[in-house]
Nanobody
Framework: QVQLVESGGGLVQAGGSLRLSCAAS????????MGWFRQAPGKEREFVAA????????YYADSVKGRFTISRDNAKNTVYLQMNSLKPEDTAVYYC??????????????????WGQGTQVTVSS
């Protein structure tokens, strides 16, 4: 089992920045990749970014490329999402996710088997 706890959400003005953190505990040695997803009211959960836990390869949704950066600290078992140039359309609940097996798309929510509780990000115009 892997437990995930997100932090760092909040209210920010358009153009501002926030950094989300996700701390993993439990069987962290089994983590293959971690990702961030988001869900806005009335919309489906969508992929934001992902990182391969060992190699560090990163993947981004087109909507956040150039604005968001995912990174990890293996020693702290923590993944970060640095969000810059935030827009009102970035408003959503952001979820951290982990997968413990190889295969499947990094951008598919179905490929992740552990999820955090979510943290609210609100961007005002």
């Amino acid at each position: 089992q892997v437990q995930l706890v997100e932090s760092g959400g909040g209210l920010v003005q358009a153009g501002g920045s926030l950094r989300l953190s996700c701390a993993a505990s439990g069987r962290t040695v089994s983590i293959y990749a971690m990702g961030w997803f988001r869900q806005a009211p009335g919309k489906e959960r969508e992929f934001v970014a992902a990182i391969n836990w060992s190699g560090g390869g990163t993947y981004y949704a087109d909507s956040v490329k150039g604005r968001f950066t995912i990174s990890r600290d293996n020693a702290k078992n923590t993944v970060y999402l640095q969000m810059n140039s935030l827009k009102p359309e970035d408003t959503a609940v952001y979820y951290c996710a982990a997968r413990t097996y190889y295969g499947g798309s990094y951008s598919s929510a179905a490929a992740y088997n552990y999820w955090g509780q979510g943290t609210q990000v609100t961007v005002s115009s």
